[in-house]
């Protein structure tokens, strides 16, 4: 297993996924000899893990059965231990996009804070693209570090323990794409652009406040950026329900000239998404979205380094 790679079997000293349910995951480092506990029961790594294939429905001891799942930065992003706020795949996907990541691609990143977006920009760039992420916290670098490792990616990975508005990233007209989330990222454009290539590249400034979108825009105009541009992504996840709909009684002139489309003999309807009659109401399949919406992350600000 690698974070890059797939691989059919879990081995020792893998990251894999325990999928216990909806929304009830946690991972866990395969060990010859090590037990994980979990709500139906203990799972035994070197009998219940090693040797089968990712994806296997495992038993517990108390009866209950879990999924293992092949990491992904997507889960990973679901399942990490938070060192610091993090990005999730939402922005991600978005960040991704419009900094033009694709194989090959050399980024630069600060700060590194607890690796989420990192796994997905290495997963992005591999197998000849390069990470130069920054860390200025000694702890948060060393433990990054540590993970990449763990997951087999530290050939794509680089992790420097530096302040990038004081040092920069590092490296001298490499980088394709830069990213940055830092609390003063305006401070950081300077070294953003030396460090991107002479021809040009792209930009992204994760910030929460407006404030902090404002000083950046500014610095990055004094740089020569162009096609400044700030954006906010919002995700909305929806339920597949079943509803009730009471039919209302309308009297026996209404039932006579029926236009509800709902009638319980016509064996068309059974197994289509809506028109099941049952004493009275009406059934159907509808998406609902959650009631919590999702809250404001961060705005992203984008730009471009051009060669004129
Ligand atoms: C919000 S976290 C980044 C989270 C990361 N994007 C993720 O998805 O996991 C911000 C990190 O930037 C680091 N940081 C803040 N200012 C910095 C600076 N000037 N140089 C380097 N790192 C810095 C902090 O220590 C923190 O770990």
């Given at each position: 297993m690698s974070f890059v790679d797939y691989a059919d079997t879990i081995k020792d000293g893998d990251t894999a996924i325990v999928f216990l349910g909806h929304e009830s995951m946690f991972p866990v480092k395969v060990q010859h000899g090590s037990k994980t506990q979990t709500k139906y029961g203990v799972i035994r790594h070197?009998?219940?893990?090693?040797?089968k294939r990712y994806g296997s429905k495992v038993t517990c001891s108390k009866g209950g059965w879990v999924f293992i799942l092949h990491p992904t930065p997507e889960l990973w992003t679901m399942n990490l231990p938070h060192r610091t706020q993090i990005l999730y795949s939402t922005d991600i996907s978005l960040i991704t996009m419009m900094l033009e990541l694709k194989p090959g691609s050399i980024v630069c990143e600060s700060?590194?804070?607890?690796g989420s977006l990192s796994h997905a920009i290495i997963r992005t760039v591999a197998p000849t693209g390069h990470l130069y992420t920054v860390e200025f916290h000694q702890q948060r670098a060393e433990k990054a570090k540590e993970e990449f490792q763990e997951h087999k990616v530290e050939h794509l990975v680089t992790v420097k323990n530096q302040d990038v508005c004081k040092n920069?990233?590092?490296?001298?007209?490499?980088?394709d794409a830069v990213f940055l989330d830092i609390p003063s990222p305006w401070e950081a454009i300077g070294h953003a652009k030396s460090a991107l290539k002479i021809e040009g590249g792209r930009i992204c400034s994760f910030s929460p406040c407006i404030e902090q979108v404002q000083r950046t825009c500014l610095a990055m105009e004094e740089h020569g950026?162009?096609?400044?541009n700030t954006l906010e992504i919002l995700l909305r996840v929806y339920n597949v329900r079943t509803i009730s709909l009471q039919i209302p009684d309308l009297g026996k002139a209404a039932e006579d000239n029926?236009?509800?489309?709902?009638?319980?003999?016509?064996?068309?309807?059974?197994?289509?998404?809506?028109?099941?009659?049952?004493q009275g109401t009406a059934q159907f399949k509808s998406g609902v979205p959650l009631k919590e919406m999702v809250g404001h992350t961060g705005y992203l600000t984008f730009a471009t380094k051009s060669l004129f």
């Open positions: 070197s009998s219940d893990l090693i040797g700060g590194t804070g607890s920069g990233f590092g490296v001298s007209n490499v980088a950026f162009t096609e400044i029926s236009s509800t489309g709902f009638d319980s003999s016509n064996q068309s309807n059974q197994g289509s998404l809506y028109g099941i009659l049952q």
